[in-house]
């Protein structure tokens, strides 16, 4: 199971608790948890050491720790990165790896989606949008959307606690995409790439992406940024007009 990390890339990289736990998000929405150590120094939030860096292949130590091999985007510099036991990664769907501190190893396979199950793609498809969203639309007409800007909005409307602001800025991401209001991708030198990803597999991985920046500017190359669709435009023009129809 672990082989299926092999030539993804790291999107995101996060910092949890007391115990400076490091998560690492991938590019196929694998998260990776645990005491990370890598040459140079600790690992930071957003180490610029993996942000980007490919996994070039991955050995498990019977006594417990994991140790990944990365490169960098060019693949002209290699370096290992161990994760100390105990340490898990879980799958996209569910599936994961996990080895306790007296290195016993434990496996689960696939459960499903943690985001997009059916009965949430259909709510969130024929969801119509509520005002906080329609000024997401409105933001999205200037500049790229990121999840420091959904943040943003959720706290204007009076939402600060961090827990709820987890759950609902997925939720509202999520209505977002399902609805085709706006497309998630990338950002590099030439300007926006969309996902080419289909709409269940984007809101899977937006969701774990968020899951780690929680309010963070996505940096280049992570798909945790969103671009304005016609359809979005439309439901933003559609909007506006029914506003000055109340106003009148």
């Known amino acids: 199971m672990l082989d299926s990390l092999t ?4 999107e995101a990289v996060d910092i949890k608790g007391p115990s400076n736990r490091t ?7 694998w998260v990776l948890c645990g005491s990370v150590t890598v040459p140079g120094g600790p690992v930071t939030t957003d180490d610029a050491r993996l942000s980007g860096a490919v996994i070039a292949g991955c050995a498990l130590s019977p006594a417990g720790p994991l140790t990944l091999t990365i490169a960098d985007e060019g693949g002209s510099r290699s370096s290992e990165l161990v994760v ?8 996209p769907r569910g599936e994961a790896v996990a080895m306790r501190s007296d290195a016993r190893l434990g496996v689960r396979e696939e459960s499903g989606p943690r985001f997009a199950t ?9 969801s119509e949008p509520a005002p906080i969203e329609i000024a997401l639309l409105e933001s999205a007409e200037d500049d ?19 827990a709820e602001i987890r759950t609902r ?21 030439e300007g926006f790439i969309a996902s080419e990803d289909p709409g269940p597999a984007v809101i899977e991985h937006v969701g774990t992406v968020w899951s780690a920046l929680g309010s963070r500017r996505p940096g280049p190359g992570q798909i945790a940024w969103f671009d304005l669709t016609e359809s979005g435009q439309a439901r933003l023009d559609e909007a506006r007009r029914g506003a000055t129809h109340v106003r009148r």
Not at 7 to 10: G, T, V
Not at 152 to 160: F, M
């Open 144 to 162: 790229w959307l990121s999840p420091g800007d959904v943040v943003s909005a959720l706290r204007r409307v009076g939402i600060t606690d961090d």
């Open 7 to 10: 030539w993804q890339w790291f």
């Open 169 to 189: 800025g997925i939720d509202l991401l999520a209505r977002l995409i399902a609805r085709g209001d706006v497309v998630a991708g990338r950002v590099g030198a």
């Open 84 to 91: 100390q036991a105990p340490w898990a990664a879980e799958g």
């Open 23 to 29: 998560r690492l998000v991938t590019s196929r929405g």
């Open 118 to 126: 059916d009965n949430a793609l259909a709510t969130w498809a024929r």
